[in-house]
C-alpha cells in the first residue's frame, strides 16, 4: 500500500470524535494493562497521529505489522508546520490516539506523562537502548518513549558540485559559513549562500541556536547551569546571545535567500538539490527529502549531498531524538486498543525492529541489531561519524518554556522585530515562568 492511501484526511479526523479513540479519555481508568513486555493483540484497529515528514521507512512499519497481526491502522497526520502545537491543541481538547508519534524531548513533559501516557519503563527494549534514555524520553525516571529511528542531528546539508565548482571547505565554524558566504556572493551571485524558512518558523532555531550552541553545550554543559540557576540565556557573556548574534551578522550580510521571511523548508530542499542554493541548516531526518528529490536514487543523494556540522568554535553535531520513529502509548481508557498498542511498541523494538533497519540504511540504536545488510554509505555513513565523533545533546532540549517560543522568537529577528538580546531576555523569562510552572527542582 502506498502512502496516500494510508493517510486519512485530518478534516475528517477532526469533524468525527470516532477517529481518536475514546476522545476525553485519559488518567488512571483503572483497567491498565501491564506494560512489560506481555501485552497481545486484542483490537483489529489502532489509531496514530503522526508528522507527515516521516520517511517511508517508518511509514512502512505500520504495514509489516498489519501483514503479521491484521491490526489495521488509521493513519492522522498532524500539520507539518504547526505539529508541537497541534498536538497540544487536540491533547489538551481531551483527544487521544492509541499511538503518538512525537518528540522525546521536554515538549512531551506538556502531555502530563504520569497521567496519560503509559510508563514503559519495564519494556526488555529499555535495557537495550543504548544511553539515548539517559537523555531523552523519560520523565521523573520513568521511560515513555520507544525510540527507534538514529537520532536526529542538527546541521547543513549542502551541495557537493557547488562547493567543488568554487573551491570551498565544509564549514566547521560559524566564521567558515560567513567565509562561504563572502565567497559566493562574489563569484557565483546567482547562488544563494544559505536557505532559510521563516515560513515553516521551526528551522530558523536550527543554525541561530542548536548549532551556534553546540560548543558550548559540549563543552560546558551550558543548558545544566541554565536549569541549575548557574547562568541565564541573557547573562553579560551568554553564548546563546552570541549565536544569535552571528546569525544576524549572516542575515544582514545578504547569506540568507531574498524570501527568507516567508520560504517554507520544502523550498529549501529544492534549491539545495538542484544547486540554486548551496546550504541549508536542517534536522538528518529530512536526508530522504533530499533522495525524493533528485529522483529517488540513493546513489545520486551521496553525490550531490553533504553533511556538515560547524558550531561557534569547532565541529559539533548537536542532536536530540528523532520524532519520526519515537512512539508513545496514550490512557485511553479502552483496554484491548491499549493492549494492542503495547503489542505493537514490543513489536517494532523487537521482532520488526531489524527489517527497519535495514530498510533505513541508518546505525542501529538498539542493542543486539546489526546493522543494515546494504551498509552504511555515503551521507549516512557521514551523519554515523559526526553522532560517533563530536556530538552535544540539543541544548534546548530540556528548556522547559523556552523551546516551544524560540522559532517565534528568530522568525522576529528575520523580519526585525527582535534583536538578539531582547530574544535572550524573552527566553530567560519564559524558561523561568515555566521551571516553576513546572516544579522543576530549585524552581518551586
Not at 546541521?155 to 559566493?184: H, K, M, W
Given at each position: 500500500?502506498?502512502?496516500?492511501?494510508?493517510i486519512?484526511a485530518i478534516?475528517?479526523?477532526?469533524a468525527v470524535?470516532?477517529a481518536?479513540?475514546n476522545?476525553?479519555?485519559g488518567g488512571d481508568?483503572?483497567?491498565?494493562?501491564?506494560?512489560?513486555g506481555?501485552a497481545e493483540?486484542?483490537?483489529?484497529?489502532?489509531?496514530?497521529?503522526?508528522?507527515?515528514?516521516?520517511?517511508?521507512?517508518?511509514?512502512?512499519v505500520?504495514?509489516?505489522?498489519?501483514?503479521e497481526?491484521?491490526v489495521?491502522?488509521?493513519?492522522?497526520e498532524?500539520?507539518?508546520d504547526a505539529?508541537?502545537?497541534?498536538?497540544?491543541?487536540?491533547?489538551?481538547?481531551?483527544?487521544?490516539p492509541d499511538?503518538?508519534?512525537y518528540?522525546?524531548?521536554?515538549?512531551?513533559w506538556?502531555?502530563?506523562?504520569?497521567?496519560?501516557l503509559?510508563d514503559?519503563?519495564?519494556?526488555?527494549?529499555?535495557e537495550?537502548e543504548?544511553?539515548?534514555?539517559?537523555f531523552?524520553?523519560?520523565?521523573?525516571?520513568?521511560?515513555?518513549?520507544a525510540?527507534t529511528d538514529t537520532?536526529?542531528?542538527?546541521?547543513?546539508?549542502?551541495n557537493?558540485?557547488v562547493?567543488?565548482?568554487?573551491?570551498?571547505?565544509?564549514?566547521?565554524?560559524?566564521?567558515d559559513?560567513a567565509s562561504?558566504?563572502?565567497?559566493?556572493?562574489?563569484?557565483?551571485p546567482?547562488?544563494?549562500?544559505?536557505?532559510?524558512s521563516?515560513?515553516s518558523a521551526?528551522?530558523?532555531?536550527?543554525?541561530?541556536?542548536?548549532m551556534?550552541?553546540?560548543s558550548?553545550?559540549q563543552?560546558?554543559g551550558?543548558s545544566q547551569q541554565?536549569?541549575?540557576?548557574?547562568?541565564?540565556?541573557d547573562?553579560?557573556?551568554?553564548?546563546?546571545?552570541?549565536?544569535?548574534?552571528?546569525?544576524?551578522?549572516?542575515?544582514?550580510?545578504?547569506?540568507?535567500?531574498s524570501?527568507?521571511?516567508?520560504?517554507?523548508f520544502?523550498?529549501s530542499?529544492?534549491?539545495?538539490?538542484e544547486?540554486?542554493?548551496a546550504?541549508?541548516?536542517?534536522?538528518?531526518g529530512l536526508?530522504d527529502?533530499f533522495?525524493?528529490?533528485?529522483?529517488g536514487?540513493?546513489?545520486?543523494?551521496?553525490?550531490?549531498?553533504?553533511?556538515?556540522?560547524?558550531?561557534?568554535?569547532?565541529?559539533v553535531?548537536?542532536w536530540?531524538?528523532?520524532?519520526?520513529?519515537?512512539?508513545?502509548?496514550?490512557?485511553?481508557?479502552?483496554a484491548?486498543?491499549e493492549s494492542?498498542?503495547?503489542a505493537?511498541?514490543?513489536?517494532?523494538?523487537?521482532?520488526?525492529y531489524?527489517?527497519?533497519?535495514?530498510?533505513?540504511?541508518?546505525?542501529?540504536?538498539?542493542?543486539g541489531?546489526?546493522?543494515?545488510?546494504?551498509?552504511?554509505?555515503?551521507?549516512?555513513?557521514?551523519l554515523?561519524r559526526?553522532?560517533?565523533?563530536?556530538?552535544?545533546?540539543a541544548?534546548?532540549?530540556?528548556?522547559?518554556?523556552?523551546?516551544?517560543?524560540?522559532a517565534?522568537?528568530?522568525?522576529?529577528?528575520?523580519?526585525?522585530?527582535?534583536?538578539?538580546e531582547?530574544i535572550?531576555?524573552?527566553?530567560?523569562?519564559?524558561?523561568e515562568?515555566?521551571?516553576r510552572?513546572?516544579?522543576?527542582?530549585?524552581?518551586?
Amino acid at each position: 500500500m502506498n502512502r496516500s492511501m494510508r493517510i486519512v484526511a485530518i478534516v475528517a479526523a477532526l469533524a468525527v470524535g470516532s477517529a481518536c479513540s475514546n476522545p476525553g479519555a485519559g488518567g488512571d481508568s483503572g483497567t491498565e494493562v501491564s506494560a512489560d513486555g506481555t501485552a497481545e493483540v486484542q483490537a483489529d484497529r489502532l489509531t496514530v497521529w503522526v508528522n507527515p515528514a516521516d520517511p517511508d521507512a517508518v511509514m512502512n512499519v505500520y504495514d509489516r505489522f498489519t501483514e503479521e497481526t491484521g491490526v489495521e491502522f488509521e493513519i492522522i497526520e498532524m500539520p507539518s508546520d504547526a505539529f508541537e502545537s497541534g498536538v497540544q491543541t487536540r491533547w489538551a481538547s481531551g483527544e487521544r490516539p492509541d499511538i503518538l508519534e512525537y518528540h522525546a524531548t521536554s515538549l512531551f513533559w506538556a502531555l502530563n506523562p504520569e497521567q496519560n501516557l503509559y510508563d514503559l519503563s519495564e519494556m526488555p527494549f529499555v535495557e537495550r537502548e543504548r544511553d539515548i534514555l539517559d537523555f531523552a524520553g523519560s520523565f521523573d525516571g520513568k521511560v515513555y518513549a520507544a525510540i527507534t529511528d538514529t537520532p536526529s542531528l542538527f546541521g547543513i546539508f549542502y551541495n557537493r558540485n557547488v562547493f567543488a565548482q568554487y573551491g570551498l571547505e565544509v564549514p566547521q565554524t560559524l566564521d567558515d559559513l560567513a567565509s562561504i558566504c563572502a565567497t559566493l556572493q562574489a563569484e557565483a551571485p546567482g547562488v544563494t549562500p544559505i536557505f532559510e524558512s521563516g515560513g515553516s518558523a521551526w528551522p530558523t532555531q536550527i543554525l541561530s541556536g542548536l548549532m551556534a550552541m553546540g560548543s558550548a553545550q559540549q563543552a560546558d554543559g551550558w543548558s545544566q547551569q541554565v536549569l541549575e540557576q548557574e547562568t541565564t540565556f541573557d547573562a553579560p557573556d551568554s553564548p546563546f546571545t552570541a549565536g544569535i548574534a552571528a546569525y544576524r551578522g549572516l542575515h544582514d550580510s545578504g547569506c540568507f535567500n531574498s524570501d527568507a521571511t516567508t520560504a517554507v523548508f520544502e523550498d529549501s530542499i529544492v534549491a539545495v538539490s538542484e544547486g540554486t542554493a548551496a546550504m541549508v541548516a536542517l534536522p538528518s531526518g529530512l536526508l530522504d527529502m533530499f533522495t525524493a528529490q533528485l529522483g529517488g536514487d540513493v546513489a545520486v543523494t551521496n553525490e550531490t549531498i553533504g553533511f556538515a556540522y560547524p558550531s561557534a568554535d569547532g565541529a559539533v553535531s548537536a542532536w536530540a531524538p528523532n520524532v519520526a520513529g519515537t512512539w508513545y502509548v496514550p490512557k485511553t481508557g479502552d483496554a484491548e486498543r491499549e493492549s494492542t498498542a503495547l503489542a505493537f511498541i514490543q513489536w517494532v523494538t523487537g521482532d520488526g525492529y531489524q527489517d527497519f533497519v535495514d530498510e533505513s540504511g541508518t546505525f542501529p540504536v538498539l542493542e543486539g541489531a546489526e546493522p543494515p545488510a546494504s551498509g552504511i554509505t555515503g551521507v549516512r555513513e557521514e551523519l554515523q561519524r559526526a553522532f560517533e565523533d563530536s556530538t552535544a545533546y540539543a541544548f534546548n532540549s530540556d528548556l522547559i518554556g523556552f523551546n516551544s517560543e524560540f522559532a517565534n522568537y528568530m522568525t522576529g529577528l528575520l523580519s526585525g522585530s527582535e534583536t538578539p538580546e531582547s530574544i535572550a531576555e524573552r527566553s530567560q523569562t519564559a524558561f523561568e515562568q515555566a521551571a516553576r510552572a513546572a516544579g522543576l527542582p530549585g524552581w518551586d
